[in-house]
T-cell receptor, first 113, second 116 residues
Framework: KAGVTQTPRYLIKTRGQQVTLSCSPI?????VSWYQQTPGQGLQFLFEYFSETQRNKGNFPGRFSGRQFSNSRSEMNVSTLELGDSALYLCASSLGSGNTEAFFGQGTRLTVV | AQTVTQSQPEMSVQEAETVTLSCTYD???????LFWYKQPPSRQMILVIR??????QNATENRFSVNFQKAAKSFSLKISDSQLGDAAMYFC?????????????FGTGTLLAVQP
């Protein structure tokens, strides 16, 4: 069974640009969560989608947004990039509502210059 | 709000020895899940072990076991017979139970080095 796939693996963007990251969950999984990992702030929750609906959101500015498609694939978008957005972005998929294990992808390393 | 604290930024262990990583958490909820995740240099988070708060018995997975002290809000990970492949960053994480969310709250991590 294929794991969680995140694309691209690496990205370099310029300040002010926008970026879209993609996450394909494990087949059959309906919940996708996104996390930002930085050396200074650690792992921080961005948002969670279940059946195309955002059901939880972390404390990030509105420049960070996401969506989930009917096939459960999810995208997150960051607009007007800042240097501080440089991070590893991790996606996790789960079967459904609570009490289920989260499986992580290998992440997308975003560098903003 | 729930918080997770890992007070050991780095730990080191000799191959074949035992090491214990510490984690404390704070919550007002009675039912929840606790996890230990491993993040090797490949960056992929891998679940090591999971504990349901309502279970008194400590979880074990082969060489990995936990010491779950609910009253003290402590959740330590013991790695026995350490192997070179155990070298990684280890994160303790908390998740509410029963609610409509899979949101994980992570500690700051402990970097484990295994010496040959």
């Amino acid at each position: 069974k294929a794991g969680v796939t995140q694309t691209p693996r690496y990205l370099i963007k310029t300040r002010g640009q926008q970026v879209t990251l993609s996450c394909s969950p494990i087949s059959g999984h309906r919940s996708v969560s996104w996390y930002q990992q930085t050396p200074g702030q650690g792992l921080q929750f961005l948002f969670e989608y279940f059946s195309e609906t955002q059901r939880n959101k972390g404390n990030f500015p509105g420049r960070f947004s996401g969506r989930q498609f009917s096939n459960s694939r999810s995208e997150m978008n960051v607009s007007t990039l800042e240097l501080g957005d440089s991070a590893l972005y991790l996606c996790a998929s789960s079967l459904g509502s609570g009490n289920t294990e989260a499986f992580f992808g290998q992440g997308t390393r975003l560098t903003v210059v | 709000a729930q918080t997770v604290t890992q007070s050991q930024p780095e730990m080191s262990v000799q191959e074949a020895e035992t090491v214990t990583l510490s984690c404390t958490y704070d919550t007002s909820e009675s039912d929840y899940y606790l996890f230990w995740y491993k993040q090797p240099p490949s960056r992929q988070m891998i679940l090591v072990i999971r504990q349901e708060a309502y279970k008194q018995q400590n979880a074990t997975e082969n060489r990995f076991s936990v010491n779950f002290q609910k009253a003290a809000k402590s959740f330590s990970l013991k790695i026995s017979d350490s192997q070179l492949g155990d070298a990684a960053m280890y994160f303790c994480a908390y998740r509410r139970a029963g609610g409509a969310t899979n949101k994980l709250i992570f500690g700051t991590g402990t970097l484990l080095a295994v010496q040959p």
